[in-house]
């Protein structure tokens, strides 16, 4: 693994670690304040689809270039 792929695997984590942190105290009535429930439904859930279209843009990309 060199250090492009560390850094990758490493960004990944944080987010999927704080994604998994927010859900649950959210899942547990943590966030109880209206803005923070709008900016959970349409904010997070927004941030949520751009890293996953972010991913898979970068894994067609390097299944096109063959690496």
């Known amino acids: 693994m060199n250090n492009k792929d560390f850094l990758i695997c ?9 994604a998994i942190k ?3 105290k ?10 923070v429930w709008e ?3 349409r904010g997070f859930s927004f941030g ?3 890293c ?5 843009a970068l894994l067609v990309f390097k299944l096109v270039a063959g690496n």
Not at 52 to 56: D, E, I, N, P, Q
């Open 10 to 18: 490493l960004l990944l984590s944080v987010f999927v670690f704080f």
């Open 22 to 24: 927010f859900f649950w």
């Open 26 to 35: 959210w899942a547990n009535g943590g966030f109880n304040n209206i803005a």
């Open 39 to 41: 900016w959970m439904n």
């Open 48 to 50: 949520l689809g751009m």
């Open 52 to 56: 996953a279209v972010f991913l898979v």
